[in-house]
C-alpha cells in the first residue's frame, strides 16, 4: 500500500499543476485602435482602404508546456572489492519541457472610426 502511494504522488503532484481551461475568451469588438495595440503589441501590417484600416499581428502558436512519457533502457557492468556482475533495466519516467510549435495565427482586426468593427484569425495555431 505504500508503494502505490509512492508511486502516485508525482502524478497527483504534476495535475495540481495542470491548468484549467481559459473561460473568458478575447471579445475586441468595440476596442480603439489604442486599446488593441496597447492589450496585443505593435501589429505585424496596416492597410487603409475605404474609410477602413486592418490591423495584422502574425505569432507562432506554440502547444505549451508538455509533459511526455518515456521509457528507457540501460546496460550496465560494475565490479568491486566483493565480485563483479551485469546488469540491464528499464524504466519509465516522464520528460518535462515545451510542447513546441502547433503553427502560425495571423489575426486581422477591421478598425471603422478609431474602433474595432470586426476580426478574422486564420491559421493552425489560432486554437
Do not use: H, K
Not at 501589429?43 to 482602404?49: D, G, H, V
Amino acid at each position: 500500500m505504500r508503494m502505490r502511494c509512492a508511486l502516485l504522488l508525482p502524478i497527483l503532484l504534476l495535475a495540481a499543476c495542470a491548468q484549467p481551461p481559459a473561460t473568458a475568451t478575447f471579445n475586441p469588438i468595440g476596442m480603439t485602435e489604442g486599446e488593441l495595440v496597447s492589450r496585443l503589441g505593435v501589429p505585424s501590417r496596416a492597410y487603409e482602404t475605404d474609410g477602413r484600416r486592418f490591423l495584422t499581428w502574425d505569432s507562432e502558436g506554440s502547444a505549451g508546456p508538455a509533459v511526455t512519457p518515456s521509457i528507457g533502457l540501460g546496460v550496465g557492468r560494475f565490479s568491486g572489492g566483493w565480485g563483479s556482475g551485469t546488469a540491464i533495466g528499464t524504466g519509465l519516467g516522464l520528460s518535462f519541457g515545451g510542447g513546441g510549435p502547433s503553427g502560425y495565427c495571423t489575426a486581422t482586426y477591421e478598425m471603422r472610426d478609431g474602433r474595432v468593427i470586426g476580426a478574422t484569425r486564420q491559421g493552425p495555431g489560432c486554437g
